[in-house]
């Protein structure tokens, strides 16, 4: 079973940076859409960011000019960089892959997922 494990999460004051790594321990980085998702208490998971086999990537319009998805295959670790970090990103933050290599918006797709790294922003 593939293994998903995040890192990277912590404490930030609103305005600043974090970069979310999500290491796998089979080569699904590469071949499959991963994507990066949050879950707020009391709230619904959502997506936030995904990228597929060739390198395209699509945002929440949340956090569009703010976050950046990346992927490193050689090193099958997937990148989540915020920036301008606001309270509102708080949330456990999950990474997930769907096996195949284009992406989808729906959440009970994705079949592989981390434990999850915790993001809290405070203003």
């Known amino acids: 079973q593939v293994q998903l494990v995040e890192s990277g999460g912590g404490s930030v004051q609103a305005g600043g940076s974090l970069r979310l790594s999500c290491a796998a321990s089979?080569?699904?980085?590469?071949?499959?859409?991963m994507g990066w998702f949050r879950q707020a208490p009391g709230k619904e998971r959502e997506g936030v960011a995904s990228?597929?086999?060739?390198?395209?990537?699509t945002y929440a319009t949340s956090v569009k000019g703010r976050f950046t998805i990346s992927k490193d295959n050689a090193k099958n670790t997937l990148y989540l960089q915020m920036n301008s970090l606001k309270p509102e990103d708080t949330a456990m933050y999950y990474c997930?892959?769907?096996?195949?290599?284009?992406?989808?918006?729906?959440?009970?797709?994705?079949?592989?997922w981390g434990q999850g790294t915790q993001v809290t922003v405070s203003s």
């Open positions: 990228i597929n086999f060739w390198g395209y990537t």
């Open positions: 089979e080569y699904i980085i590469r071949r499959y859409c």
């Open positions: 997930a892959s769907l096996n195949r290599d284009t992406c989808g918006s729906v959440v009970a797709d994705y079949t592989n």
